[in-house]
């Protein structure tokens, strides 16, 4: 029995750390999506951004963690401004082709990109000390860096929300997601908060990248490699939500620690299964807006 | 007339001047086979750079007139680009001889290719055991998994280890190595409690090392793909405490390759590696070797096993040339490299085992320690003359 | 083309017919592309391998543009279809059958199973969860593929196939002579099929269910089905490319499945131009003799500089080669 129960927390406990680490990631790009509209594939790319920055500021340069992750955070801010006046405003209101083609474009400039400035291989994180080795809690030993990101995670999903339930801001984003054109009537400004949506969106997908560098090494095919999950964490949760990513990010996160303990020799076989279980009973996703 | 025949003599002098000239100028073309790009492309550089140390240090030891040409392409770790680049290498460029690949399916892949144009392939990293049979074209100067994993899995036993879980990635090299290791630990008396296969594009290592952790053995068996893999795996070890448990890490050398233990750093102190080079070794052909390296690439890149199976391999091809002063078909070449020895490797005596044309070396038992705040591998054991086990447990149908 | 459609007098039945028959008339251009596949075998003497695998992934080019540019069906999913066939002709090489033909047959149905069963699945949604069922139906096979790696081979790749002489003739060689002839033909006949749908009263109700489905559904036209028949007939398709793939090379690996196959894919077609069904021919060559050339140089910079295309095209020159190209004419015949 007991080592059923310790099973049980060794797998909701990483599980949860990895749900944690794909909501950061994907939060935004759900929102944009059900802002603008945009099939955004290229989301990814700033979360290997972010990763990057992270770990070479802190392996090259060497900063300290917290000063280096929010570099990182502030670089892909920056760069997710300059992408958005420059090319993702181009397409707004185009096509779903036109929007899939370029950010597939974006993602495999990104891959190439990655291996011209940083080579071929991944990286991989050191967290600074005081988050190494393992913590005694309730009589159990569980690593001090899951615990980190978990505890993180939390804090950050309560400001997210809060600050759309509590601020004019928020209130702004779900008033344009629910519609848009009404938004517009009412006077509110939609081409800059897309702008700052998407920014913050990005920045959110950095500090996942960075944070997450642990267990999703960061390497050139980042973006590539890691689609799929970001991209079933926002259909499974619906799209412009906030809540539905979270659910959908656990779903995935303890669904895939779960099958990787238990059984191994199916892979992602399950978590691709139930995406389109999900999918086919809810084809806007679990909190998505209904037609 | 003789105006005539004067002219027409001096051509003809001049003619035969010329080729003869042409004739001694001889230029051997060989097709290199490498990732540059994907992700054995770390692997790649390594061996590429070995590879072009020999040749660059040794050119003066080619026959009089012999010069080499590399033509290099890139398989991008991917049996079709392989496949497809050796086809044109062979086809177009028309090479003599193929060398190199750093996966095994690319090899795989490109056997085939060398039975039908009679061209031969120098392996020089490739490791997965049947390679060496799909083609009798084929010879490889590197290793096989069988050849680390079973010895390491005897010298396990030897130890007095009972029990031990094995885990690897889930493909084809992985389950070599776990089925290597079983074989080496069950002869010598031990149990292997559980196999675990963790997904190859693994980006979580946590749950799986929590479950060697719960399972208390006296040993778990590692196996990853060089590079960034060790190192993840190795810091969730760390960070789950399994050593401070009381279990012994025990892996083949791609755990603990020479270029990434700076990286790796004070995780891999106390681990043991089965493997063919040890950077710290003695050997005058080793201490040459560095040198040659160090002098080269300035401490910009650290050799590792990769190297010195590239330097091993154009060694093996520099000695064909020469013993056929740079005239060969694809069977005399085959003929000479299935009888090769060499006691000038980096790694000790080697050889070919003309049978089966598979490389036949030592095996050394290494353990990472912590020196001057550095880790290195320091030999503890040596294995000498390992002909691959596999083949020897599945002798070849006639 | 338009013509005014009253029923009843003579001439206006004659004058639909006459469009119809024009329609699918030749043209003399449409010729092009098979005179210089015909002269490039004796131009390019030491290129038949790479101009083979050309010839197939123009077949899945091809079969891509039948759902992207005539049905609007926009999918990050296609190489599973590919794959399948891939992996069907290779089993079969791998275990006995060897007879190329027969496998090119079972390669088609698989696939155009795989692509009914996955459209049926697929089709019921739009946008972007359309999207994502492509993707995980591709990412779930390409699971499966590396999983029952006892039939697949798993992650190393198929290996040990033996196809036969086409015909008990003409044998499968290093140098790929009869590999482009085979492939050729075999386009040529994909090729057909598909300027037949197009052009046929099936591909125009296609059009009309992209442009606008709900009128589409007014006027009393099924959409799912149709949808379905077109994704099943261009599955059948992809499968056959992927068979030939298999069958030039003598080898399946996993990427005939990967997300970065349908990309690329995707990119191939779109230089070219979507929907204007000779956009295959002109992107797909386009791209793969430039990534031969290209790889050769420097094979890290090749996805940096596609991927800056890719948007330039996008950005800049929407509709890829034939759009810029079909602007430019009209602008000259405006004149």
């Given at each position: 029995?007991?080592?059923?129960?310790?099973?049980?927390i060794?797998?909701?406990?990483?599980?949860?750390?990895?749900?944690?680490?794909?909501?950061?990631?994907?939060?935004?790009?759900?929102?944009?999506?059900?802002?603008m509209?945009?099939?955004?594939?290229?989301?990814g790319?700033?979360?290997?951004?972010?990763?990057?920055?992270?770990?070479?500021l802190?392996?090259?340069?060497?900063?300290?963690?917290?000063?280096?992750?929010?570099?990182?955070?502030?670089?892909?801010?920056?760069?997710s401004?300059?992408?958005?006046?420059?090319?993702?405003?181009?397409?707004?209101?185009?096509?779903?082709?036109?929007?899939?083609?370029?950010?597939?474009?974006?993602?495999?400039?990104?891959?190439g990109?990655?291996?011209?400035l940083?080579?071929?291989v991944?990286?991989?994180?050191?967290?600074?000390?005081?988050?190494?080795?393992?913590?005694?809690?309730?009589?159990?030993?569980?690593?001090?860096?899951?615990?980190?990101?978990?505890?993180?995670?939390?804090?950050?999903?309560?400001?997210?929300?809060?600050?759309?339930?509590?601020?004019?801001f928020?209130?702004?984003?779900?008033?344009?997601?629910?519609?848009l054109?009404?938004?517009?009537?009412?006077?509110?400004?939609t081409?800059?908060?897309?702008?700052?949506?998407?920014?913050l969106?990005?920045?959110?997908a950095?500090?996942?990248?960075?944070?997450?560098?642990?267990?999703?090494?960061?390497?050139?095919n980042?973006?590539?490699?890691?689609l799929?999950?970001?991209?079933?964490?926002?259909?499974?949760?619906?799209?412009?939500?906030?809540?539905?990513?979270?659910?959908?990010?656990?779903?995935?996160?303890?669904?895939?620690?779960?099958?990787?303990?238990?059984?191994?020799?199916?892979?992602?076989?399950?978590?691709?299964?139930?995406?389109?279980?999900?999918?086919?009973?809810?084809?806007r996703?679990?909190?998505?807006?209904?037609a | 007339?003789?105006?005539?025949?004067?002219?027409?003599?001096?051509?003809?002098?001049?003619?035969?001047?010329?080729?003869?000239?042409?004739?001694?100028?001889?230029?051997?073309?060989?097709?290199v086979?490498?990732?540059?790009?994907?992700?054995?492309?770390?692997?790649?550089d390594?061996?590429?750079?070995?590879?072009?140390?020999?040749?660059?240090?040794?050119?003066?030891?080619?026959?009089?007139g012999?010069?080499?040409?590399?033509?290099?392409?890139?398989d991008?770790?991917?049996?079709?680009?392989?496949?497809?680049?050796?086809?044109?290498?062979?086809?177009?460029?028309?090479?003599?001889?193929?060398?190199?690949?750093?996966?095994?399916?690319?090899?795989?892949?490109?056997?085939?290719?060398?039975?039908?144009?009679?061209?031969?392939?120098?392996?020089?990293?490739?490791?997965?055991?049947a390679?060496?049979?799909?083609?009798?074209?084929?010879?490889?100067?590197?290793?096989?998994?069988?050849?680390f994993?079973?010895?390491?899995?005897?010298w396990?036993?030897?130890?007095?280890?009972?029990?031990?879980?094995?885990?690897?990635?889930?493909?084809i090299?992985?389950?070599d190595?776990?089925?290597?290791?079983?074989?080496?630990?069950?002869?010598?008396?031990?149990?292997?409690?559980?196999?675990?296969?963790f997904?190859?594009?693994n980006?979580?290592f946590?749950?799986?090392?929590?479950?060697i952790?719960?399972?208390?053995?006296?040993?778990?068996?590692?196996?990853?793909?060089?590079?960034?893999?060790?190192?993840?795996?190795?810091?969730a070890?760390?960070?789950l405490?399994?050593?401070?448990?009381?279990?012994?890490?025990?892996?083949?050398?791609?755990?603990?390759?020479d270029?990434?233990l700076?990286?790796?750093?004070?995780?891999?102190?106390g681990?043991?590696?089965?493997?063919?080079?040890?950077?710290?070794?003695?050997?005058?052909?080793?201490?040459?070797?560095?040198?040659?390296?160090?002098?080269?690439?300035?401490g910009?890149?650290i050799?590792?096993?990769?190297?010195?199976?590239?330097?091993?391999?154009?060694?093996?091809?520099?000695?064909?040339?020469?013993?056929?002063?740079?005239?060969?078909?694809?069977d005399?070449?085959?003929?000479?490299?299935?009888?090769w020895?060499?006691?000038?490797?980096?790694?000790?005596?080697?050889?070919?085992?003309?049978?089966?044309?598979?490389?036949?070396?030592?095996?050394?038992?290494?353990?990472?320690e912590?020196?001057?705040?550095?880790l290195?591998?320091?030999?503890?054991?040596?294995?000498?003359?390992?002909?691959?086990?596999?083949?020897?447990?599945?002798?070849?149908?006639? | 083309?338009?013509?005014?459609?009253?029923?009843?007098?003579?001439?206006?039945?004659?004058?639909?017919?006459?469009a119809?028959?024009?329609?699918?008339?030749?043209?003399?251009?449409?010729?092009?592309?098979?005179?210089a596949?015909?002269?490039?075998?004796?131009?390019?003497d030491?290129?038949?391998?790479?101009?083979?695998?050309?010839?197939?992934?123009?077949?899945?080019?091809?079969?891509?543009?039948?759902?992207?540019?005539?049905?609007?069906?926009?999918?990050?999913?296609?190489?599973?279809?590919?794959g399948?066939?891939?992996y069907?002709?290779?089993i079969?090489?791998?275990?006995?059958?060897?007879?190329?033909?027969?496998?090119?047959?079972?390669?088609?149905?698989?696939?155009?199973?795989?692509?009914?069963?996955?459209?049926?699945?697929?089709?019921?949604?739009?946008?972007?969860?359309?999207?994502m069922?492509?993707?995980?139906?591709?990412?779930?096979?390409?699971?499966?593929?590396?999983?029952?790696?006892?039939v697949?081979?798993?992650?190393?790749?198929?290996?040990g196939?033996?196809?036969?002489?086409?015909?008990?003739?003409?044998r499968?060689?290093?140098?790929?002579?009869?590999?482009?002839?085979?492939?050729?033909?075999?386009?040529?006949?994909?090729?057909?099929?598909?300027?037949?749908?197009?052009?046929?009263?099936?591909?125009?109700?296609?059009?009309?269910?992209?442009?606008?489905?709900?009128?589409?559904?007014?006027?009393?036209?099924?959409?799912?089905g149709?949808?379905?028949?077109?994704?099943?007939?261009?599955?059948?398709?992809?499968?056959?490319?992927?068979?030939?793939i298999?069958?030039?090379?003598?080898?399946?690996?996993?990427?005939?499945?990967?997300?970065?196959k349908?990309?690329?894919?995707?990119?191939?077609?779109?230089?070219?131009?979507?929907?204007?069904?000779?956009?295959?021919?002109?992107?797909?060559?386009?791209?793969?003799?430039?990534?031969?050339?290209?790889?050769?140089?420097?094979?890290?910079?090749?996805?940096?500089?596609?991927g800056?295309?890719?948007?330039f095209?996008?950005?800049?020159?929407?509709?890829?080669?034939?759009?810029?190209?079909?602007?430019?004419?009209?602008?000259?015949?405006?004149r």
């Amino acid at each position: 029995m007991s080592e059923f129960l310790s099973i049980t927390i060794s797998i909701l406990f990483h599980g949860v750390a990895m749900a944690m680490v794909l909501y950061l990631i994907s939060v935004g790009l759900s929102v944009t999506m059900g802002l603008m509209g945009f099939v955004n594939l290229a989301h990814g790319a700033f979360a290997m951004a972010g990763g990057y920055m992270l770990v070479l500021l802190m392996k090259q340069q060497h900063w300290p963690f917290g000063l280096a992750l929010l570099a990182a955070i502030v670089i892909c801010v920056v760069m997710s401004l300059i992408l958005e006046r420059l090319l993702y405003r181009r397409l707004y209101g185009g096509g779903e082709l036109d929007q899939v083609l370029m950010t597939m474009g974006l993602i495999f400039a990104s891959v190439g990109a990655a291996t011209w400035l940083f080579g071929p291989v991944s990286q991989s994180l050191e967290p600074p000390a005081m988050l190494r080795g393992q913590i005694n809690f309730l009589g159990r030993d569980f690593p001090t860096y899951r615990s980190f990101l978990i505890l993180c995670g939390a804090l950050l999903v309560t400001a997210l929300w809060l600050g759309l339930e509590r601020t004019r801001f928020g209130a702004q984003i779900r008033a344009s997601v629910d519609n848009l054109r009404m938004a517009q009537t009412l006077g509110i400004n939609t081409s800059r908060l897309f702008s700052i949506a998407f920014a913050l969106g990005s920045g959110l997908a950095a500090l996942g990248g960075g944070l997450g560098a642990d267990f999703l090494n960061v390497g050139p095919n980042y973006a590539l490699e890691y689609l799929v999950y970001f991209l079933i964490v926002v259909a499974v949760g619906g799209l412009g939500s906030i809540r539905g990513p979270f659910v959908a990010a656990l779903i995935v996160g303890v669904s895939d620690t779960a099958f990787k303990y238990l059984a191994p020799q199916y892979g992602a076989f399950f978590i691709y299964a139930i995406t389109m279980a999900i999918l086919l009973w809810r084809p806007r996703g679990l909190f998505g807006q209904s037609a | 007339m003789l105006a005539n025949v004067i002219h027409a003599s001096l051509l003809g002098a001049v003619a035969g001047v010329a080729l003869t000239a042409a004739a001694s100028a001889q230029t051997i073309k060989i097709g290199v086979v490498n990732s540059y790009s994907g992700f054995l492309a770390q692997q790649g550089d390594e061996m590429e750079k070995g590879m072009d140390l020999y040749i660059k240090t040794h050119q003066a030891n080619l026959p009089p007139g012999v010069k080499i040409e590399l033509v290099r392409r890139d398989d991008g770790a991917n049996p079709e680009t392989g496949k497809r680049v050796a086809q044109e290498l062979i086809t177009r460029e028309r090479v003599q001889l193929l060398f190199g690949i750093v996966a095994s399916p690319v090899a795989a892949a490109v056997a085939p290719l060398t039975a039908e144009a009679k061209t031969p392939l120098v392996i020089t990293n490739a490791a997965g055991s049947a390679i060496t049979r799909i083609s009798p074209y084929v010879v490889r100067a590197s290793f096989t998994q069988w050849q680390f994993a079973v010895p390491m899995g005897q010298w396990s036993a030897k130890q007095g280890w009972k029990t031990a879980i094995t885990a690897v990635s889930d493909f084809i090299p992985g389950h070599d190595a776990e089925g290597a290791f079983t074989q080496g630990f069950t002869e010598g008396g031990g149990k292997v409690l559980s196999a675990l296969r963790f997904p190859p594009a693994n980006p979580d290592f946590a749950p799986f090392v929590q479950r060697i952790k719960d399972a208390k053995p006296d040993v778990a068996f590692l196996w990853v793909p060089a590079g960034a893999q060790a190192s993840g795996m190795l810091k969730a070890i760390r960070d789950l405490g399994v050593r401070t448990a009381g279990t012994k890490i025990v892996a083949t050398q791609d755990l603990l390759p020479d270029e990434e233990l700076p990286n790796i750093g004070d995780v891999g102190d106390g681990v043991i590696s089965a493997g063919n080079w040890t950077s710290g070794a003695d050997r005058p052909a080793n201490k040459a070797f560095l040198a040659a390296w160090e002098k080269e690439y300035q401490g910009k890149v650290i050799a590792d096993f990769l190297s010195v199976d590239g330097w091993d391999g154009m060694d093996m091809v520099f000695d064909m040339i020469n013993a056929t002063k740079g005239k060969f078909t694809g069977d005399e070449a085959m003929k000479f490299f299935s009888t090769w020895k060499s006691d000038k490797s980096p790694r000790g005596p080697i050889s070919i085992d003309p049978v089966e044309r598979d490389i036949v070396q030592n095996v050394y038992i290494r353990r990472g320690e912590m020196k001057n705040g550095k880790l290195v591998n320091v030999d503890i054991d040596t294995i000498p003359d390992v002909k691959d086990p596999w083949k020897i447990l599945n002798p070849a149908k006639k | 083309m338009t013509v005014s459609v009253s029923p009843g007098s003579l001439e206006d039945r004659k004058a639909v017919i006459d469009a119809f028959a024009r329609r699918h008339r030749f043209k003399w251009y449409e010729a092009i592309p098979w005179v210089a596949a015909i002269a490039s075998y004796f131009a390019f003497d030491s290129y038949h391998a790479l101009g083979a695998q050309m010839f197939a992934t123009i077949l899945f080019a091809l079969s891509l543009d039948l759902l992207i540019g005539f049905a609007g069906i926009v999918t990050l999913g296609h190489a599973a279809f590919f794959g399948v066939g891939a992996y069907a002709a290779g089993i079969m090489a791998a275990n006995g059958w060897q007879e190329p033909l027969s496998q090119l047959l079972v390669a088609a149905v698989a696939a155009s199973g795989v692509g009914f069963a996955s459209g049926l699945i697929v089709l019921r949604t739009a946008g972007l969860t359309l999207l994502m069922q492509t993707l995980v139906v591709a990412a779930l096979l390409q699971e499966l593929a590396n999983k029952w790696s006892s039939v697949t081979g798993g992650s190393d790749g198929l290996l040990g196939m033996k196809i036969d002489p086409i015909f008990g003739v003409f044998r499968f060689d290093l140098y790929g002579d009869t590999a482009y002839v085979y492939c050729l033909v075999v386009l040529f006949i994909g090729w057909l099929i598909a300027r037949n749908i197009v052009y046929s009263s099936f591909g125009r109700s296609l059009t009309g269910i992209r442009e606008n489905p709900n009128r589409m559904h007014a006027i009393g036209a099924p959409v799912d089905g149709r949808k379905i028949a077109i994704y099943t007939i261009s599955a059948a398709l992809a499968g056959v490319a992927g068979a030939m793939i298999a069958q030039t090379t003598a080898l399946v690996g996993l990427n005939t499945l990967a997300l970065s196959k349908s990309g690329e894919l995707i990119i191939m077609l779109v230089i070219g131009g979507v929907g204007q069904l000779y956009g295959a021919f002109i992107g797909v060559p386009l791209y793969m003799i430039a990534q031969d050339r290209f790889s050769q140089i420097d094979p890290i910079f090749w996805y940096f500089w596609i991927g800056l295309f890719m948007i330039f095209v996008v950005v800049f020159a929407r509709g890829g080669v034939l759009g810029v190209c079909g602007r430019l004419l009209e602008r000259r015949s405006s004149r």
